[in-house]
């Protein structure tokens, strides 16, 4: 059964701190992974990696795709309070196009 | 642009009964998938519609049923509402352009409340 799985869980961090949030996922016939970041209802869409693009970088954020360990990881580098949020992982296989499987999320908050 | 439209924001009903939740894409996105996201976790699919025709279903009961419209708006119906179907219920949409890969963008959602 495809799977996703998030950690940490929760962190508290204080703002100016870098954050590193992990998923790892088994899916068959990877396609794409996607971060999203959900701060009060809806998930607002952050990076796509897939095969051809597994490296993305935006401002102070920035993921990776490790496709031999079956992972990313999302970076966040000098948090501000703003960052505080649920983010969220998902991917989608090949074998079953527009379901993505989510993660539980990583409840991130950024103190002042 | 406008984004992704959902209503109701929220919604209270009562065990027994029946709801309807609607859904109107990004403007040429032609792709429509609702997802149940239960407090403390990551949405699960439910159903995702392009061009009319259920695509893809998720394991949710037969209760749960769909349909999308001419003008790709969508809406999920919930009969015989149970305690466990209070949720956020979120819609995404995307272009859907065949074999390349497609973002979905997600609605503000629906907070139902099932007493």
């Known amino acids: 059964e495809d799977k996703v799985v998030q950690s940490p869980l929760s962190l508290v961090v204080h703002e100016g701190d870098t954050v590193t949030l992990n998923c790892s996922y088994e899916?068959?016939?990877?396609?794409?992974l996607l971060w999203y970041k959900q701060e009060k209802k809806a998930p607002t869409f952050l990076f796509m990696l897939t095969s051809s693009g597994i490296e993305k970088k935006s401002g102070r954020l920035s993921s990776i795709l490790d496709k031999k360990e079956l992972s990313s990881i999302l970076n966040i580098t000098a948090t501000q309070t703003g960052d505080s949020a649920i983010y969220l992982c998902?991917?989608?296989?090949?074998?079953?196009?527009?379901?993505?499987?989510f993660g539980q999320g990583t409840t991130l908050q950024v103190k002042p | 642009d406008a984004g992704v439209t959902q209503s109701p924001t929220h919604l209270i009903k009562t065990r027994g009964q029946h709801v309807t939740l609607r859904c109107s894409p990004i403007?040429?996105?032609?792709?429509v998938s609702w997802y149940q996201q239960v407090l403390g976790q990551g949405p699960q699919f439910i159903f995702q519609?392009?061009?009319?025709?259920?695509?893809g279903r998720g394991n949710f009961p037969d209760r749960f049923s769909a349909r999308q419209f001419p003008n790709y708006s969508s809406e999920l119906n919930v009969n015989a509402l149970l305690l466990g179907d209070s949720a956020l219920y979120l819609c995404a949409s995307s272009l859907a352009r065949g074999r390349s890969t497609d973002t979905q963008y997600f609605g503000p959602g629906t907070r139902l409340t099932v007493l």
């Open positions: 403007s040429g996105h032609k792709s």
């Open positions: 519609y392009y061009e009319k025709e259920e695509r």
């Open positions: 998902a991917v989608e296989s090949t074998s079953n196009t527009g379901k993505l499987i």
């Open positions: 899916v068959t016939n990877f396609r794409s």
